[in-house]
């Protein structure tokens, strides 16, 4: 045991006798250059110094192997080189050393002197050192080999900046195809025009061969311009070939006849809107101007998102919210408008100029404005008055004209304490008299996203008074109450809803709850009819369906069990079946063939059990119930092929698309299924075969040794 000690107590004495030994041998470096050996072949070189960079000092100069040592040891002592040292500190740890060329590389001329130029085509070749040092000693080295060519310029570079390229229609590979670069001379290019004559010496012994070299094929013997009359052959010149100069066998080996514009990429900037062009009269889509040649500008929906100055289109009207979280009184657009920003006058595409007449009106509600934001106790309670609401524009227009605009604002005032989201809604409508100007939906069919027209007949004029189909669109704290409703969108799926507050005393009356709950579905949808294409005719019945309404019995007893009613038709759900009936320029036309609009009973009870008990030990108490809306539009599938008939639909066997054997197809080309030609043309063709056939078997052999068989017998 005591062995095992003593071997243990020398070990240890050994281990730490070799660190000691190893950390006064080797130093511990403080930085290191990272790369530390460099191959440049150009005048920038770029390497980093990290570690411990304060306090440490660069030299640099033109080193060579030592004869004795074999090797390159760092010097503290700076030299004078054609290289300028710059550094660039990147962190607490970190330096960047760059490494810059101070001579031309630009290629001598035959008697050419001057100092700043390259005497051989091999302009720099030497190998540097940057020492990093404190004080006069040597913390890490840096060694770059530095091999570069002198580079081929122009003989009139400078002088002439403008490149004109040949119409590449009629080059075969454009006049030098090896000419890559603009004003610089391309080595082993012979027909690149920016190279000197002393440029060519370097490389006129392995210029690139074949068209791409310049080295387009003569005219062939066969061209007619090639032959004279002395030598000509003997069929010239009825078989030379007439071709102009331009026309050869390289024609279009690269150039597909095709140019390419270039597009600007993709900017977050927000795009700057471009000068109005004025107009003389108003068509369809025009930006309306004001009269200092401003577009006329309302908040609009672009892309998602709200946008402060959008430009007003003649004769499209729009209807959109914009949410705004403010922090503080506004006293900037949108929420604060000047009545001189909002009464410009504007060009009425006649030759004059029409004033938008402003009319404020201030609201009591604010709920339908307002949602609850963070509220902040320590901050001061704010009171903000006359804050932009609501900017609702009508515009009265006749011909290619605006003959008058009205404007309506709402204001409020809004109380603020901390931050509070404000809901601005803005619409324009335009009006040819009195009556607003009623886009339709498609011109004949439904296009997609547009709204979904219905209508109610009315009884006194026998005319459809055209309506919306409405889904749920939640505001603010998502209630019912609060919630306001959107149009459906042909083509577009949606599935919304809102929540009703109720407490234990409405739960008690599910008679009465009932019906309130089918009141609020009931405003969604009023019309009993559908249109069947997009621009339907108000005076012709058969361009309107009618809509099926379907509810569905519940099984559960409506009994009087305390706090749970059934049978509440919570959900509405609405389908759609559209037929694609035709094609108009390439774009399909939709037609809807049925709509239905289907109750969901459901039970509500209110969650005592299990849930919150203070549901039910306070009355006051309320719980949320969804009330939900869906849209589905199913695509009947347009089927192309003849209808089947009895046959096809008894003998499945006999199905061609179902079986390899195809009896049906036994005489395709009499068949309809035959398309190759006119139904006519083939049972022509099919009859003479059969005629050409039948003479054959006639006349021939066979049937002359039936007849002579006939005759002996």
């Known amino acids: 045991m005591a062995n095992v000690g003593f071997l243990f107590a020398s070990i240890c004495g050994w281990a730490t006798f070799i660190i000691l030994f190893i950390s006064l041998a080797c130093p511990q470096k403080i930085v290191v250059f990272q790369p530390s050996f460099l191959i440049s072949s150009g005048p920038k070189v770029s390497s980093f110094l990290l570690g411990k960079t304060s306090g440490i000092s660069l030299h640099l100069r033109t080193v060579s192997v030592s004869n004795s040592t074999g090797s390159i040891d760092p010097s503290c002592v700076a030299e004078a080189t054609r290289w300028t040292l710059a550094t660039e500190q990147m962190g607490k740890s970190a330096l960047r050393v760059h490494l810059t060329l101070n001579h031309s590389l630009r290629l001598c001329g035959d008697n050419e002197t001057d100092a700043d130029c390259c005497a051989k085509p091999l302009c720099v070749l030497e190998t540097l050192q940057v020492s990093a040092c404190i004080g006069s000693t040597p913390q890490a080295s840096l060694l770059i080999q530095a091999t570069i060519n002198a580079r081929l310029f122009p003989s009139n570079a400078g002088y002439e900046n403008k490149t004109v390229f040949p119409n590449q229609v009629y080059q075969p590979l454009g006049a030098c195809p090896c000419d890559l670069t603009s004003g610089t001379c391309d080595p082993r290019c012979c027909c690149d025009k920016d190279c000197s004559s002393e440029d060519l010496k370097l490389f006129e012994s392995y210029c690139l061969p074949g068209p791409f070299g310049g080295q387009v094929s003569p005219a062939p013997d066969y061209q007619c311009s090639m032959q004279s009359a002395e030598n000509s052959p003997d069929w010239f010149p009825f078989l030379c070939v007439t071709s102009p100069a331009e026309n050869n066998p390289y024609l279009g080996l690269f150039y597909q006849g095709d140019t390419i514009a270039p597009r600007p990429g993709p900017s977050f900037q927000m795009p700057a809107l471009s000068a109005p062009v004025p107009v003389s009269i108003y068509v369809q889509g025009s930006p309306i101007i004001t009269s200092d040649n401003k577009y006329f500008t309302v908040p609009q929906m672009v892309l998602g998102r709200c946008i402060k100055g959008a430009p007003v289109a003649f004769l499209q009207n729009f209807k959109l919210e914009c949410v705004t979280l403010i922090h503080s009184c506004p006293t900037g657009p949108p929420l604060k408008m000047l009545e001189k920003d909002l009464s410009p006058d504007v060009l009425n595409g006649q030759g004059g100029v029409v004033k938008v007449n402003l009319t404020d009106e201030e609201t009591p509600d604010l709920s339908l404005f307002l949602s609850s934001g963070q509220v902040d106790f320590t901050s001061e309670t704010l009171v903000c008055e006359n804050v932009t609401l609501a900017l609702d524009y009508k515009f009265y227009w006749k011909g290619n004209g605006i003959t008058s605009i009205s404007l309506t604002r709402t204001v409020g005032t809004v109380v603020l304490n901390g931050s509070l989201a404000v809901t601005t809604r803005y619409s324009a409508v335009f009006l040819n008299g009195e009556s607003a100007a009623e886009p339709n939906s498609g011109n004949p069919g439904y296009q997609v996203e547009r709204p979904l027209i219905a209508g109610v007949l009315d009884n006194n004029t ?89 509810t569905l019995n519940s099984s559960t007893a409506t009994g009087a069990t305390a706090g749970i009613c059934s049978d509440i038709p919570s959900h509405q759900h609405i389908s759609a079946w559209s037929l694609t009936t035709s094609l108009v320029d390439g774009i399909p036309q939709k037609e809807i063939q049925a709509l239905e609009v289907r109750y969901s009973m459901s039970t509500w009870a209110l969650g005592c059990e299990g849930g919150d008990s203070s549901l039910c030990e306070n009355p006051e108490e309320n719980q949320l119930f969804p009330v939900t809306s869906s849209v589905t539009f199913i695509d009947i599938p347009f089927n192309t092929g003849p209808p089947k008939n009895r046959f096809q639909i008894n003998f499945t066997e006999y199905d061609c698309n179902r079986n390899d054997v195809c009896w049906p197809e036994l005489a395709f080309p009499f068949t309809r299924y035959y398309t190759g030609e006119p139904y006519s043309q083939a049972l022509a063709k099919g009859m003479i075969l059969v005629f050409m056939f039948l003479s054959a078997a006639i006349l021939g052999t066979p049937w002359r040794q039936i007849r002579q068989a006939w005759h002996n017998a």
Request: charged fraction near 15%.
């Open 462 to 550: 026998e005319l459809i008074q055209k309506t919306l189909i409405n889904s749920w669109k939640p505001a603010g704290d998502g209630l019912c109450s609060n919630a306001i409703m959107k149009p459906v969108l042909f083509g577009e799926n949606s599935t919304s809803g809102c929540l009703l507050p109720l407490r234990q005393l409405n739960v008690t009356q599910c008679d009465l709850l009932r019906e309130t709950v089918a009141d609020l579905q009931a405003a969604l949808t009023t019309a009993t009819y559908v249109a069947r294409r997009g621009n339907p005719d108000i005076t012709t019945m058969t361009d309107w369906l009618n809509i099926s309404f379907v």
